[in-house]
C-alpha cells in the first residue's frame, strides 16, 4: 500500500478513536452526574454508564497500542509491553461485549410482552439483577483475560528462549498453542455473550415489528418511540455483529498482522461499534439527547457572546 494511503487509513483510525472516546466520555459525564443529582440510577443507565466507561478506556488502549506500534515497530513483537497492552485490552473487551449483551437482554425483557412464566420472572427479577450480571462480567472477563495473558505470556517466554519439548520450531509451537488453547478460548468466551445478544435482540425487533404493525395506522407518541427503539436495535445489531466476526477473523488469521497494508483499514472496522454505536445511543435517548443539545446551545452561546 503507498505511504500516503497508510497515512490517510492511521488518521482515520485516529479521528474514529477520538470521536469515539468525546461520545463514550459524554455519556459517562452525563448520566454520572444524573445519578448524583437524583442518588439513584435507573438499570439500563447502570448499563450504559459501565458501556460507556468501558468502551472510553478501550478506546484509549487501543489508540495509544497502535501508536506506540508505529513508533517502536521493531522491537514491538520481542517487547514485554506488547504483552501488558493486551492484558488491558482483552478485559476491556471482553467487559465491553458484556455490557452490550446486558443492555440488549435488559430492553428485551422490558419492552417485550411474552406471557411465559420464565420470561415473566425475568421480566421482575432481571432489572434487581444489574448490578450483580455487571460485577460477575468483570469478574469473568478478569479470569478470561488471565489465562489468555498466561497463554501469550508462554508464547513470549518461549520466543525468548528458543527452548521446546520434541523437535519443533518456534513457529510450529506457538501454532500449535493457538490452535488448541487461545483460539478455543477466545471464541467460547466471545460466542457466549454474542449468543445471549442474539436471542434478545431477535426477540425485541420481533415484538418491536409486531407492535409497530399493529400501530401503524395511529400516530400516537408510542409509535414513534417503537419505530426509533426498533431503529436503534438493528443499527446495533449490525455493529455488534461485525464487531464480533472482525475480532474472531482477525484472532484465526495473520492476514491483518501488525506488517500488513491492511492492518489499519482492518484496525478501523475493528473500532467502528464503539465509536458509532454511542452517538446512536445520544440520539436515541431522550435525556442525553437533551444535555447534548444543551451543551451544543451553550457552547455556541460561548462562541457568538
Not at 395506522?217 to 445489531?237: E, M, Y
Not at 472482525?246 to 475493528?270: K, R, V
Amino acid at each position: 500500500m503507498h505511504p500516503a494511503l497508510s497515512g490517510l487509513f492511521l488518521l482515520l483510525f485516529v479521528l474514529l478513536c477520538l470521536l469515539g472516546i468525546l461520545a463514550n466520555g459524554f455519556i459517562v459525564l452525563a448520566l454520572s452526574r444524573e445519578w448524583r443529582r437524583r442518588g439513584r440510577v435507573l438499570p439500563s443507565d447502570l448499563i450504559l454508564l459501565c458501556l460507556g466507561a468501558s468502551r472510553f478506556c478501550l478506546q484509549w488502549v487501543g489508540m495509544v497500542h497502535n501508536l506506540y506500534f508505529c513508533v517502536h515497530l521493531a522491537e514491538y513483537s520481542r517487547a514485554f509491553v506488547r504483552q501488558l497492552f493486551r492484558l488491558h485490552w482483552h478485559f476491556l473487551n471482553s467487559a465491553t461485549f458484556w455490557f452490550g449483551t446486558w443492555l440488549s437482554a435488559l430492553f428485551c425483557v422490558k419492552i417485550t410482552a411474552f406471557t411465559h412464566p420464565t420470561f415473566l420472572w425475568l421480566k421482575w427479577r432481571f432489572p434487581g439483577s444489574v448490578p450483580w450480571l455487571l460485577l460477575g462480567s468483570l469478574l469473568l472477563s478478569s479470569v478470561v483475560t488471565l489465562l489468555i495473558f498466561w497463554g501469550n505470556h508462554l508464547m513470549y517466554q518461549a520466543f525468548l528462549t528458543q527452548k521446546f519439548s520434541g523437535n519443533v520450531t518456534y513457529e510450529m509451537w506457538s501454532r500449535r498453542l493457538q490452535m488448541h488453547y487461545i483460539l478455543p478460548l477466545k471464541f467460547v468466551t466471545m460466542s457466549i455473550p454474542c449468543s445471549v445478544f442474539l436471542v434478545s435482540a431477535a426477540l425485541l425487533i420481533d415484538s418491536l415489528r409486531r407492535h409497530r404493525r399493529a400501530m401503524r395506522h395511529l400516530q400516537d407518541p408510542s409509535t414513534q418511540a417503537h419505530t426509533r427503539a426498533l431503529k436503534s436495535l438493528v443499527s446495533f445489531l449490525v455493529l455488534y455483529v461485525l464487531s464480533f466476526a472482525s475480532l474472531m477473523i482477525d484472532a484465526t488469521t495473520d492476514f491483518f498482522s501488525l506488517e500488513s497494508d491492511w492492518y489499519w483499514p482492518w484496525q478501523i472496522l475493528i473500532y467502528l461499534c464503539m465509536s458509532v454505536h454511542p452517538f446512536i445511543l445520544i440520539l436515541s435517548n431522550p435525556r442525553l439527547q437533551g444535555v447534548f443539545r444543551q451543551l451544543l446551545l451553550s457552547g455556541l452561546g460561548g462562541a457568538f457572546s
